[in-house]
């Protein structure tokens, strides 16, 4: 060997041995990492094969030989450019589903990608709350990219040309994945690779949202045959409200103001939500959905707001969580301009500390209850929403350790944090608020849009597949100054104890607003004034039939005990005095 040889075989990326170690030792790297940050596979694989599922299982094995592939082509590829574009997707795919499986202990769908993509605006507070997770997923994110970005790459001219010739070859997996999912109607992506099974639902999920459009409402036919049973209606609707989380015993050391007034509420309560995320509960409530037809309901029936004003009613919005919003319109949960049109009044209340916002949202339901004409007000409380510390002043804190004073996130932090929230925005909200407001002649209903998972490996709501029925409790209580109506609710509330939910609610409200029980019953049958046959349950995920009719049902038995092991809640701190004198 010459000299001159033996220095090129010496150069940097020159194609001798040296450079096919760095080459096998990269390839390793990257199967390492694909092992690492998938879950799931062997579960899969012995899944269909203890069920004989053969025909499924080939094709999913050769969907992973086909990712391997790609992975390593795009990695081994000649071209920088190459390498950086599919690098950079490739590592914020596998981080993105990494992150949700850490955070979740679940997989991430095309459902969980529209309920994040509608959330959008909650990104803020998802990271506060989340922060560690998404840390590690950016350590992730960071890794990946520099085991396909970086060199080495075959340096021999024929390896080159062969792998020039492989830069759309990690598209395959991307566009057979897609084709899966929407064959399967949204389902299909079961432990499949996460380095592109994001990127394709991302894709899909985009492409059904531009595609599908949106349905024409329908206007209101029915005309009300009778006045409004009451003059005004308010409809409270809370943030992240868990029902057992509200102790309505007498002097309890929770809640003991709404306990006060617990007397003046006809409790429907513990009931079930119509989804376990905000924007799905939402648009369940103001859509007037029906539980007979979620789909075609939430899409083409008119809104509350028509059905108000045509009963005569000034119509009013105020959200208390707006101050996260971007968009100019400063609408969020599946609101549109031409909904937004049929509101009279709509307040978004910004520039506010969250913790304050319930305060600003109190004054002016205030000043609409007290104008000269009948009033309907459809009001999004902040309430416990994440994170639960930035929902109450850090000095009012009355339980410990909050999950700001904990070294770690421990459902006992989370706890402590979520009963200060519920402690100021729901107990010291309801006492101030019954006792600045005029609430003759109004009927009040409460509830929240849905309901927290205070364990730390879990979602805390807005899980789309197997969620915890937590996810689904909420409180749901009617005040009404009309003793005619107060009792029609005590009667029914007997009923529909352990049954009720949130797809009761706009029967009642029209029926509240005049219109006929016959044309009622045409479109509902359920409602808080007449019961339901249907069992519990919340839907998660899509109701707009994105991918299909059919609705992700999950049953909540309401008679159960959900709330957690009594030892890991902290006592406030008067209680824990009590405790250590009596020791």
């Not at 069920?51 to 390593?72: D, E, K, Y």
């Not at 993105?96 to 507070?125: C, K, M, P």
């Not at 990690?170 to 299909?188: E, S």
Request: aromatic share 10%; hydrophobic share 45%.
């Amino acid at each position: 060997m010459t000299i001159r040889q033996d220095r090129a075989l010496l150069a940097p990326g020159a194609p001798g041995p040296w450079n096919g170690r760095l080459i096998a030792l990269k390839l390793v790297l990257l199967a390492v990492f694909m092992v690492l940050t998938n879950f799931g596979f062997g579960q899969r694989v012995a899944l269909l094969l203890d069920n004989h599922r053969f025909g499924t299982l080939l094709p999913f094995l050769l969907i992973w030989l086909l990712a391997a592939s790609a992975v390593m082509a795009a990695a081994l590829h000649p071209r920088w450019s190459v390498r950086i574009f599919w690098g950079l997707l490739i590592a914020a795919s596998t981080a993105a589903a990494w992150g949700y499986h850490h955070a979740s202990q679940s997989e991430l769908t095309v459902f969980d990608i529209l309920s994040l993509w509608n959330a959008r605006h909650e990104a803020g507070r998802a990271a506060d709350f989340y922060g560690m997770q998404m840390i590690f997923a950016g350590g992730v994110f960071v890794i990946g990219a520099l085991l396909i970005i970086l060199p080495p790459v075959p340096t021999r001219a024929g390896m080159k040309r062969l792998l020039s010739w492989s830069a759309a070859l990690p598209l395959v997996p991307v566009l057979v994945i897609g084709g899966i999912v929407l064959d399967k109607a949204g389902g299909g992506s079961q432990s499949l690779p996460v380095q592109f099974a994001p990127i394709a639902l991302s894709s899909l999920a985009g492409a059904k949202i531009v595609l599908q459009g949106s349905p024409e409402r329908q206007s209101v036919t029915w005309t009300p045959e009778a006045k409004p049973a009451t003059r005004n209606i308010l409809m409270l609707v809370d943030e992240s409200v868990r029902a057992d989380y509200i102790d309505l015993t007498p002097g309890n050391p929770y809640t003991p103001g709404i306990a006060g007034l617990a007397d003046r509420f006809v409790n429907f309560g513990p009931a079930v939500s119509g989804g376990n995320c905000s924007n799905y509960s939402n648009a369940i409530l103001r859509f007037a959905a029906s539980r007979e037809d979620v789909v075609g309901s939430v899409n083409t029936s008119p809104t509350l707001w028509q059905y108000a004003k045509k009963a005569g009613f000034r119509t009013v919005f105020i959200d208390a969580q707006a101050g996260g919003i971007t968009n100019p319109g400063l609408m969020q949960n599946f609101m549109t301009l031409d909904e937004k049109a049929q509101i009279d009044a709509f307040y978004a209340i910004r520039n506010v500390d969250s913790a304050h916002a319930d305060e600003e949202l109190a004054k002016i339901v205030e000043k609409e209850l007290a104008g000269n004409q009948p009033v309907f007000i459809y009001a999004n409380k902040n309430g416990a929403h994440f994170p639960y510390d930035h929902a109450y002043p850090v000095e009012q804190a009355k339980f410990h350790p909050t999950m700001a004073e904990s070294a770690s996130d421990t459902q006992q932090g989370r706890i402590a944090s979520y009963r200060n929230a519920i402690a100021w925005s729901v107990d010291r909200f309801m006492s101030g608020f019954f006792a600045a407001a005029d609430l003759s002649n109004t009927t009040l209903i409460y509830t929240s849009d849905h309901a927290q998972t205070l364990d730390p490996n879990l979602l805390t709501h807005c899980q789309v597949d197997d969620p915890d029925p937590r996810m689904g409790v909420v409180p749901l209580m009617v005040y009404s100054s009309d003793p005619v109506i107060r009792a029609a609710l005590s009667g029914s509330a007997q009923k529909l104890q352990g049954n009720a939910s949130h797809f009761d609610i706009a029967p009642a409200l029209l029926h509240l607003m005049g219109y006929a029980e016959k044309d009622i019953a045409t479109r509902y049958d359920e409602s808080l004034f007449g019961g339901s046959a249907r069992s519990p349950a919340f839907t998660s995920g899509d109701i707009f039939g994105l991918f299909g009719s059919a609705v992700h049902w999950n049953p909540v038995d309401l008679k159960a005990h959900y709330l957690e092991p009594q030892q890991s809640q902290p006592l406030p701190q008067a209680a824990l005095g009590k405790e250590e004198t009596a020791g």
